[in-house]
């Protein structure tokens, strides 16, 4: 059955988060909700859980939810997502670029496949979505606001990380980029590079004990915390920030050699 737009919304102000069928694209979607916004939902390959999801947020708030699959990896997957975006919602107030992927390996071991992959979902998928949502928000004459998730790997050299890191400096580039072009239709774009983060993802258990010694502060980042971020930037305080990017992750970026030459 095609989606229908209510026109008893249109006014709401509407989200857009992608990668929300992951632990923390639902945690975000679930805090911009309960904070008044009407929610697209987009994932690539969890659609069965980003489904779940918008039953659950239809269930228990009365903003509206709705689900986009469009898949990054190939050409044309920004394109997709908001031509069914388009097709439902009348505004779009909050964009959120949370869709990404990691792959790690060796410069001697990267495949062409494998780095177009990396590129494709985590900068260039960005860069369109930016173009995209700023369209909308340019015709609708909204200043809004989009928010890009990028890694605190953007600031980092490690081994086996090249393609991987590179993607999300690119990431803080855009942001820079897109905040000076869009300035002047009140649009402002800025980004958040987190660390550790306890996402509830099963990929991630084992990972704690040991990267926690890692972490000046001693903990890892928490999706709310991020979400509170995307409200903050979003909010009247944040009015003259854009092209900017914060740094979530404890104060790891900050070291320049072995933890044991900063801790006790």
Known sequence: MPLMAFNAMDNN???????????????????????????????????????????????TTDHRVEVFSADFSSNGGALNLFEQFNKVFKRLDLFVGNAGVTIM????????????????INYKSAYFCIQQAAKIMIDKEIAGSITLISSNHHAMVSRGNSAYSISKESM??????????????????????????????????????????????????????????ILFLNGPAALSLTGDTIELD???????????????
């Open 13 to 59: 102000k509407v989200a857009l988060v992608t990668g929300a069928g992951s632990g923390m694209g639902s945690t975000l979607a679930r805090i911009l909700c309960a904070n008044g916004y009407d929610i697209a939902l987009h994932t690539g390959s969890n659609t069965e859980r980003a489904n779940a999801l918008k039953e659950e947020l239809s269930s």
């Open 105 to 120: 390996g060796s410069m001697l071991d990267m495949t062409e496949q494998k780095f177009d992959m990396v590129n494709n």
């Open 172 to 229: 803080i580039k855009l942001t820079k980029h897109a905040a000076v072009e869009f300035a002047k239709y009140g649009i402002r774009i800025n980004c958040i590079a987190p660390g550790w983060i306890n996402t509830g993802e099963k990929r991630m258990e084992g990972w704690h004990d040991d990267s926690i010694k890692l972490i000046p502060l001693g903990r890892w980042v928490q999706p709310e915390e991020i979400a509170q971020w």
């Open 250 to 264: 404890g104060g790891v970026r900050l070291m320049a050699g072995p933890p044991a030459t900063y801790f006790d």
